[in-house]
């Protein structure tokens, strides 16, 4: 009995909060734009019993999906989001995994400050972090200010508003998810697999590459997903830095929803972006996987 | 093989430069007298006081702070439950797909969470306020509570439960007395975890606040767009302020813990 309400309680509060409204989202793609409220047609009207349900399924189609495929809007905008996603977290990891190295190497009595200090900004609040580097990117802003004043530059250069500030925005906000991962692997280490590669003839730099980056790659691969993964919709860092021409799924989702007011086009747009994640999802719980298998 | 090589040195040093510097420059800039951000002209606080007399932000971080408590609190208790459910209670039916809702929020984009709340809310003709976002806010953080929790749950030595019931405790008292006490760290870091999301949410709470309550972030959003103000920086600087006090009070108490916790063992297996 008492076992019954310890699931129950956690159970239904998920399937009414998590399960059904996602049904919702799913019904609501299949359903018709109208100029109603709610927006959207058809409705399910439980009381005419199952003539009611029938007709109401009769009435669902994918005409919103065929829309998005018509419209080259969405194909660019899911596209330019893998883009946009796979080209940072490659930046990401050639920004976080010198950090992650030093901070593996570095003598043991520094390393809780040193996590401290990567754990500190995912703290500190994302839209904070995001909106810091407007006023440092603007035209008028605090790098441009210093570029002129070293003399590198006559003209202020063009970044805010575009996709190169994007790029910034990510890697600076989602580092230390691929930071911590990494270092995970490289502080386990066994440093005399270096000494005897060393021994064995090899360079620093060849023992780098052939024994330290091997070993670290499941540290690598869970840092990337963790980077790539909510990278795809995200909505914060492209509408603040972004440009007109940024596009990324999970703002065209935004405007679909609360400019453009058409419910249906922005559910079918989440069901696909939906779709598109779960590869990568179930790729990096593969990843997590055999690690634990390989650990335990 | 520890090599604090200047490579090392430097890639450390840039790397926390980089993640610091955007955040220094944000607090500096706070304390400008001009309203023009990135135009220095002398130190004032009056930015500060500015704030403190916008009775819209003041409004919306009270509702922040409520949203917080609130949906932590119960977020804490829902994910403590279910990551019992997920390493104590075996098999039953349904499981599966248990854990699955466990972890799917985690990965979820937040887009589609607030609309996916929203769209329900709407369709049970719930009015959308302050009540809508700490439903929402619940849901994903109970999520993380419940992972954190569960690590905390699975590296447990479950003869001490045992032991409780064979000592006459029910169920209940066994939890209370032998299993809470030993997953407190995990229940109090999921709780501040759960607090942070909340305060931090701009997306699932713009989908699912009202006209009625508006937290902070949707305030600093809609005010970040038109551009930067000295306004928003004092606040941030506020808000980093309070976090960094928060993570380090927190990281000494646990400190200490770990600390006297070790002497207590140490005399316990002297005396033994």
């Known amino acids: 009995m008492r076992r019954l309400v310890l699931i129950s309680v956690p159970y239904l509060w998920l399937l009414a909060l998590f399960l059904i409204p996602f049904l919702i989202v799913l019904k609501i793609s299949l359903s018709d734009t109208a100029l109603a409220i709610p927006p959207y047609l058809p409705t399910l009207d439980l009381s005419e019993g199952w003539v009611g349900i029938k007709a109401f399924f009769a009435e669902l189609d994918f005409e919103n999906f065929r829309f998005l495929t018509e419209d080259d809007l969405y194909w660019k905008a899911y596209l330019s989001s893998l883009q946009i996603a796979a080209i940072s977290t490659l930046l990401t990891l050639l920004v976080g995994y010198p950090i992650a190295y030093g901070m593996a190497m570095a003598p043991d009595q520094w390393r809780p400050t040193l996590m401290m200090l990567v754990i500190l900004p995912f703290w500190t609040s994302f839209l904070i972090r995001v909106y810091s580097w407007m006023g440092i990117l603007s035209s008028e802003g605090v790098l441009n200010q210093f570029l002129s004043w070293i003399g590198l530059i006559d003209q202020p250069l063009t970044i805010l508003n575009t996709n190169t500030a994007v790029y910034i925005g990510i890697v600076y906000t989602y580092l230390p998810f691929m930071i911590l991962p990494i270092y995970a692997t490289l502080e386990k280490l066994d440093g005399s697999l270096l000494e005897a590669a060393e021994d064995l003839g090899c360079s620093r730099l060849s023992a780098f590459w052939l024994v330290t980056i091997p070993l670290s790659k499941q540290g690598i691969i869970a840092g990337c997903f963790l980077v790539f993964i909510p990278v795809i919709g995200e909505f914060v860092i492209p509408s603040l830095l972004g440009g007109s021409g940024t596009l990324m799924i999970g703002k065209v989702l935004w405007e679909e929803f609360f400019n453009n007011r058409d419910w249906p086009v922005a559910s079918a747009v989440a069901v696909l972006l939906l779709l598109i994640l779960i590869i990568p999802i179930i790729l990096f719980q593969r990843n997590e996987q055999k690690q634990r298998e390989r650990e335990g | ?272």
């Open chain 2, 1 to 272: 093989m520890r090599r604090m090589t200047w490579f090392n040195a430097t890639s450390l040093t840039l790397g926390f430069a980089f993640l610091y510097l955007p955040m220094v420059i944000l607090v500096i800039y706070s304390f400008n007298e001009s309203k023009l951000v990135t135009v220095w002209a002398g130190f004032s606080t009056k930015w500060y006081g500015e704030l403190l007399r916008n009775e819209a932000f003041l409004d919306a971080a009270w509702v922040t702070v409520q949203v917080a408590v609130a949906s932590s609190t119960i977020a804490t208790v829902l994910g403590t439950m279910a990551a019992y459910v997920l390493v104590r209670a075996g098999r039953f039916h349904g499981r599966t797909l248990f854990s699955g809702m466990i972890y799917a929020p985690l990965v979820m984009p937040e887009v589609i969470t607030g609309l996916s709340l929203l769209l329900l809310f709407i369709g049970i003709g719930l009015d959308r306020g302050i009540l809508t976002i700490i439903l929402a806010h619940t849901t994903f953080s109970m999520c993380y509570v419940s992972v954190v929790v569960s690590s905390r749950l699975v590296g447990f030595d479950r003869s001490l439960e045992e032991a409780a019931l064979d000592l006459g405790c029910t169920p209940f008292e066994s939890f209370r007395l032998v299993t809470l006490p030993i997953i407190a760290p995990a229940v109090i870091s999921g709780w501040l975890l759960a607090f942070t999301l909340s305060l931090d949410d701009l997306v699932i709470a713009s989908f699912t606040a009202g006209p009625s309550a508006t937290t902070l972030p949707i305030k600093i959003f809609s005010a970040v767009r038109l551009g930067v103000s000295p306004e928003i920086n004092a606040l941030s600087t506020i808000m980093i302020a309070i976090v960094t006090v928060g993570v380090i009070t927190a990281s000494v108490i646990s400190k200490r813990a770990t600390l006297m916790q070790q002497r207590d063992e140490q005399a316990a297996a002297r005396t033994a």
